[in-house]
T-cell receptor
């Protein structure tokens, strides 16, 4: 158990809908990362928050947004969902803002868009 | 642009054999190279990592070999066990930055 908690574990929704994925980082970790894992794109960095502030942005679509709350949990919002958004979404956390330190991944949220 | 290339895509070895996974990178700014192990239904977990100032790092049965001039690094799993069957990802990062760039992954199967 990495200590990173993600909910829900599985989610099936229709095209055009909006979903929210939730992440609780490890105790004491200030940095939260979101990654998308799909068969054709592999593991792709989406976005990072550090202590409530957006720190870095990767290949995140404009239909997607995220935030980190004062209690350090984070949410990834996916809207106007398309079939191609079906993927495994991972949250990860680390103590510092720099990912050269150990990053701990959650078990992921499986999103299926039908 | 895929900045870390990983091969092979899949690998089957016999118990007790050596598993070798290779990665190559393009960005010379990368200065930290971790390997992650992922079991089905789980998130990636850090296995072993190396910085470019050393050519080899060994932890138990796992060894990273690093060739800075060739911009290549590899994971060697000695005495491979069925419990090592998993997907392995190499990654690279600029430690002053925030994002891990992952290779495509290698699905390792160790037959008993």
């Amino acid at each position: 158990d990495s200590g990173v908690t993600q909910t829900p574990k599985h989610l099936i929704t229709a095209t055009g809908q909006r979903v929210t994925l939730r992440c609780s980082p490890r105790s004491g970790d200030l940095s939260v990362y979101w990654y998308q894992q799909s068969l054709d794109q592999g593991l792709q960095f989406l976005i990072q928050y550090y202590n409530g502030e957006e720190r870095a942005k990767g290949n995140i679509l404009e239909r997607f947004s995220a935030q980190q709350f004062p209690d350090l949990h984070s949410e990834l919002n996916l809207s106007s969902l398309e079939l191609g958004d079906s993927a495994l979404y991972f949250c990860a956390s680390s103590v510092t803002v720099y990912s050269g330190n150990t990053i701990y991944f959650g078990e992921g949220s499986w999103l299926t868009v039908v | 642009q895929q900045q870390v290339k990983q091969s092979p895509q899949s690998l089957i070895v016999q118990k007790g054999g050596i598993s070798i996974i290779n990665c190559a990178y393009e960005n010379t700014a990368f200065d930290y190279f971790p390997w992650y192990q992922q079991f089905p239904g789980k998130g990636p977990a850090l296995l072993i990592a190396i910085r470019p100032d050393v050519s080899e790092k060994k932890e138990g049965r796992f060894t990273i070999s690093f060739n800075k001039s060739a911009k290549q690094f590899s994971l060697h799993i000695m005495d491979s066990q069925p419990g090592d069957s998993a997907t392995y990802f190499c990654a690279a990062v600029v430690t002053s930055g925030s994002r891990l760039t992952f290779g495509e992954g290698t699905q390792l199967t160790v037959n008993p």
